[in-house]
Structure formats: structure tokens, C-alpha cells
């Protein structure tokens, strides 16, 4: 009788269940975005590539399910723990077994603080903070240290930040952060919120207030807070800074020390003139008087020397307002190199009528 070889196993699958959130940001366009979330990470950091990625009716509940070569190891995990639209992740056991078994994997976020830090705030024209969290990972993504986002204590800068979704994303994953926006409305909003959060949690911090001047001439205000991840950390001398600019963005070169930042996330005004859309503000004449392509080509350059070498920069926009080529030129005219794989072409979608949103990420080399 010839030898029969041992059947070989099969290639572990997994499934992830999304936020039920998600498809109230985007619609139609959650699992699509996940899964070029999930291209990027697999890119960038994953030990073993994400395979055959697709949505999957299980138990009546949609999944999107991919395969991997190697079984994924504990780092992976511990990365593809923070997609932003996670909610479970899934071993798929039993493969051709009817119906196949869900074993749950234990999934360690890197979050550090009590997820309402998010959620609490609620506005007009507040960038979404799944959207946000998203831009956020693939532009950490995208620097010459990609593992560093799990492991190092990272500088992010907002240089529109509102009313700090970015900066909020940010501390919860315990890293420092900047934020710049010339709107006093939303200073003082952010002000009073992140202040009364911190008191409310009895967080260890320390909160300092006041005029913002440059060369004798008042420009708006400041915010400085320096906070504990633990009691123990911030007793121990080892505080994460917040601080917030109540300026024009044009004075970021020099508020902001040249090379301090690893990374930039910003979502761009959309150029929307009426107040109720996502991301638009009815803000009068101040922020809206150049266009968000002025803005975006005048900015760039600026926002650039306070990155560092090997750091990026990740921004969302309305291509109604300026098409991707423009923008991708405008980054490359800085010395920055877009992220041209496959993954990053496939975040656009739609928000509304008027709002067409897509994210560009660019790192800094050396020219
Ligand atoms: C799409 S919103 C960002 C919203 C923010 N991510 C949030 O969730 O609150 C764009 C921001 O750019 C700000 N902005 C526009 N022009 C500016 C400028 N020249 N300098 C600083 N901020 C500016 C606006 O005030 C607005 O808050």
C-alpha cells in the first residue's frame, strides 16, 4: 500500500468583528476602510502577510475574515489589537466543519485611559474618532519605526486640531501631544472639557493657562498641561505634555522646536460653507478666507520642519476641494515621500454630498 502523507493543517483564519459604530460613520465604506487599514498594518508591521481578506456572513453577523500563512504571533496580535474599528477578533476553528467554531483572542489594546475621553465631547464639525484613531495608526505606520507605536512614547501634532480629537487619540495611547488652531471658540471648549475630564478622573496633572505671545505680540492663547499615565508615573517624575496653540497654524515653526515631531495627523477644513456637516464649521470669515488648498499649499512647508527626519505626516481632506495629485505634489515639492502602495489608495469615501474624504500619508527623508 503506498504511504499516505498526514493531511497538512490549514492556514489559520481569523475573523474580526467590527464596532457597531462604524457603519454610522462611513456607511457603506467600514469594512472597506478596515480592510485597507488592515493592508497597511500587514505592510508595515505584521510578521506574516494578511491573506484572502473579505466579509463573511457567520451566525448571521457580518465579519471580515482573512487568512494568514503563519498562525500570528502575540506582537501581531498586540498591533492589529488597535484597528480602529475593532471590536473582537476571532480564530476561525473547524474549517469545513459546519458550522465553524469562534475563538475569541484575547486582544491588548494600547489604550491607556478611559475610552469617554473619545466619545464625551460632541459638535459640529468634530473629525470622527474612529476616522481619527484610523488616520492616526497609518501615519504611525508610516515612519522609518513603525513598531514604535506599540513600544515608544511618540510627539503627535495637530496643526488644525479644533477641538482635539487628535490630541485626545493621542494621550489615550499615552504618547505626548501638539495641537495648533486659530478658532478661540474651540480653544476654550477644549480647554474646559480636557481640564474637567482629568479632575473628574482624578488624574494626576498639572494645568497652566494663558496669553500666547510671539515677540511681544499677543497671537491667542495657550494651554500647557503636563498629566500621569499613572499615579505612580507622574510621582516618579514621568509626565506626558499636552499643550495647545490658540493661533494661526502659520506660526508653528516657531512654536514648535524643528525635528521634535514623529508624527502630523490633520484633517483639513473641507471648504463646506454650512455649518451641520462632519468636519465643517460655521466659523465666519476668519478660518474659512483662504481656501483649503491655500491653506494645505502654504501650510505644508511650515508644518514639514517640525517633523523629523523619518517622521510622517498623514492628512485628510475633501478632493472636491483639491485633487489627490495636487496634494501628493505639493508633499513632494517638501522633501516628503507618499505611501504609494496598494492599502493607501483605498481609503476615499464618500461622507455626503458635498464631502468626498481621503487621507494621503508622506514621510520625511532625507533629500
Ligand atoms: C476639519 S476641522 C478639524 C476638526 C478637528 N479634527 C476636531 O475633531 O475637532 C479643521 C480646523 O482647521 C482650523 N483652521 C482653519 N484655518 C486655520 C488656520 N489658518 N490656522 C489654524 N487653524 C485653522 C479650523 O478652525 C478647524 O478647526
Same mark, same amino acid.
Given at each position: 500500500m503506498p504511504s499516505q502523507s498526514p493531511p497538512q493543517p490549514s492556514p489559520p483564519r481569523y475573523a474580526i468583528l467590527l464596532y457597531p459604530a462604524a457603519n454610522r460613520v462611513y456607511a457603506e465604506s467600514s469594512r &472597506?476602510?478596515?480592510?485597507?487599514? !488592515?493592508?497597511?498594518? =500587514?505592510? *508595515?508591521?505584521? =510578521?506574516?502577510?494578511?491573506?484572502?481578506? #473579505?466579509?463573511?456572513i457567520l451566525g448571521g453577523a457580518p465579519y471580515l475574515t482573512f487568512r494568514t500563512a503563519e498562525r500570528l504571533s502575540d506582537p501581531d496580535i498586540?498591533?492589529?489589537?488597535? @484597528? =480602529?474599528? @475593532?471590536?473582537?477578533?476571532?480564530?476561525i476553528d473547524g474549517e469545513g466543519t459546519a458550522p465553524p467554531a469562534l475563538r475569541p483572542v484575547l486582544i491588548t489594546k494600547l489604550d491607556k485611559l478611559d475610552s469617554d475621553l473619545l466619545t464625551v465631547q460632541k459638535y459640529p464639525g468634530k473629525t470622527n474618532e474612529l476616522f481619527t484613531k484610523?488616520?492616526?495608526n497609518v501615519t504611525l505606520l508610516s515612519t522609518d519605526r513603525p513598531a514604535a507605536m506599540l513600544d515608544s512614547r511618540v510627539h503627535v501634532l495637530d496643526p488644525l486640531c479644533g477641538r482635539g480629537t487628535t490630541l485626545n487619540q493621542a494621550m489615550m495611547y499615552g504618547f505626548d501631544a501638539t495641537g495648533l488652531d486659530v478658532d478661540g471658540k474651540d480653544f476654550e471648549a477644549y480647554q474646559h472639557f480636557i481640564k474637567t475630564w482629568l479632575r473628574a478622573k482624578r488624574i494626576k496633572h498639572t494645568a497652566e493657562s494663558g496669553a500666547l505671545r510671539l515677540n511681544k505680540a499677543r497671537l491667542g492663547? #495657550? !494651554?500647557?498641561?503636563?498629566?500621569?499615565?499613572? *499615579?505612580? &508615573?507622574y510621582k516618579n517624575g514621568d509626565a506626558r505634555t499636552l499643550q495647545y496653540f490658540n493661533c494661526d497654524t502659520k506660526n508653528v515653526?516657531?512654536?514648535? *522646536?524643528p525635528g521634535s515631531v514623529d508624527v502630523i495627523v490633520t484633517d483639513a477644513p473641507y471648504g463646506v460653507q454650512h455649518g451641520s456637516h462632519v468636519g465643517q464649521k460655521d466659523k465666519g470669515t476668519h478660518a474659512l478666507s483662504r481656501s483649503?488648498?491655500?491653506l494645505l499649499e502654504n501650510s505644508i512647508p511650515l508644518w514639514t520642519q517640525s517633523l523629523r527626519l523619518g517622521g510622517a505626516m498623514g492628512i485628510s481632506w475633501n478632493t472636491h476641494v483639491m485633487p489627490r495629485a495636487e496634494l501628493?505634489?505639493?508633499l513632494a515639492n517638501n522633501g516628503l515621500s507618499i505611501q504609494k502602495s496598494e492599502p493607501f489608495a483605498e481609503f476615499e469615501h464618500r461622507v455626503d454630498q =458635498?464631502? &468626498?474624504?481621503?487621507?494621503?500619508v508622506a514621510r520625511k527623508s532625507a533629500r
Open positions: &472597506q476602510l478596515l480592510q485597507a487599514e !488592515l493592508g497597511v498594518f =500587514s505592510e *508595515k508591521v505584521l =510578521s506574516t502577510p494578511i491573506l484572502d481578506v #473579505r466579509e463573511e498586540a498591533a492589529i489589537s488597535n @484597528l =480602529s474599528t @475593532l471590536y473582537a477578533l476571532f480564530e484610523m488616520l492616526l492663547n #495657550r !494651554l500647557l498641561i503636563h498629566f500621569g499615565l499613572t *499615579k505612580e &508615573q515653526a516657531e512654536l514648535v *522646536k483649503p488648498r491655500d501628493a505634489a505639493v =458635498s464631502i &468626498q474624504r481621503d487621507l494621503i
